[in-house]
């Protein structure tokens, strides 16, 4: 008996940080529907303020007393977020969701390789590259794929491994704490576009429920697992199974929105997660980890 107990508790946070990844890569392919009503901008818009509500009401950060420091490293991690998010989704808008996500996905496995230091991440590195080089429309024969939308995925990698960079700053606080402010902080500077893009129809009926599930799928939930699995996983065990979001998000991409990608497309997406998979299984614990 107690050994089925210790079983259990030992694999309740790989199934945690699996949900994280299928809620994340569904509510994704979810939210990208609703861009034929509100835009990619709008959608942006609706995730991460539906999200800072939910958030907010589930740790209710103003009871925690911060310094004036703090909010400002909050404030940049916040900012910071928004803007992934919003470069994120305006990727949607031409890339199917394995690619964007593939493409992405190399912001913290630079920040991973860059980090460890070893020999080995070389290879890693050169594994990357490669998938980008299959990805990527730099030659006239290559696999049609949108130049804009690779942009904005590119601009995504980037935010992203600066928001693990800001987010260190902020890691003395409780995850609940900087993630509800943080979001509050991502709202201030993705709204403003939401509503230019999209105006009232963001508080629509036919969008605060999609807007309310899109917001519990991809960020309340997700966030959650993850917390709960980091607090029990080795991070470089962590890493590798978050790994496995780019593949997850193609396979989501093509049941849900139908996505079809190419055999070239595919190997592309397995070249970063195998490199993925490499550098967090190089990382030292004593290292920056991307995925912190």
């Known amino acids: 008996m107690k050994g089925n107990v210790t079983f259990a508790s030992s694999f309740a946070p790989v ?12 509510g994704t392919s979810y939210g990208k ?8 901008e709008g959608t942006a818009t609706v995730r991460v303020a539906y999200s800072a509500i939910i958030l907010l009401a589930i740790w209710r950060p103003w009871r925690s007393q911060l310094t004036a420091n703090d909010f400002k490293a909050i404030a940049l991690y916040g900012a910071t977020l928004g803007l992934m998010n919003l470069m994120f ?28 230091r070893k020999l080995i991440d070389f290879v890693w590195i050169g594994l990357a590259v490669v998938g980008l080089l299959l990805l990527l429309p730099l030659t006239a024969d290559a696999e049609a794929i949108n130049p804009i939308g690779v942009g904005f995925a590119v601009a995504s990698a980037i935010l992203w491994a600066l928001y693990i960079i800001f987010g260190k700053r902020v890691g003395h606080l409780h995850a609940g704490v900087s993630t509800s402010w943080g979001m509050l902080f991502a709202t201030m500077v993705v709204v403003p576009v939401g ?16 807007g309310f599930i899109l917001a519990l799928a991809s960020s309340a939930i997700p966030y959650t697992l993850e917390m709960f699995a980091l607090k029990r996983l080795p991070k470089n065990t962590f890493g590798i199974l978050l790994s496995m979001e780019p593949a997850v998000g193609a396979l989501a991409g093509l049941i849900i929105l139908h996505e079809q990608l190419s055999l070239i497309q595919w190997i592309a997406i397995g070249c970063i997660v195998a490199a993925s998979i490499g550098s967090s299984l190089g990382a030292k614990s004593s290292s920056a980890d991307p995925f912190n």
């Open 15 to 26: 199934l945690a940080v699996l949900g994280a990844i299928i809620a994340m890569t569904v």
């Open 33 to 40: 529907e609703l861009f034929p009503a509100i835009g990619a």
């Open 89 to 116: 989704y305006l990727s949607l808008v031409t890339l199917p969701i394995g690619i964007a996500i593939a493409i992405e996905f190399t912001g913290p496995l630079s920040v991973a390789v860059y980090s460890s």
């Open 195 to 210: 509503i230019f893009r999209a105006g009232a129809e963001l508080v629509g009926p036919t969008v605060l429920l999609p």
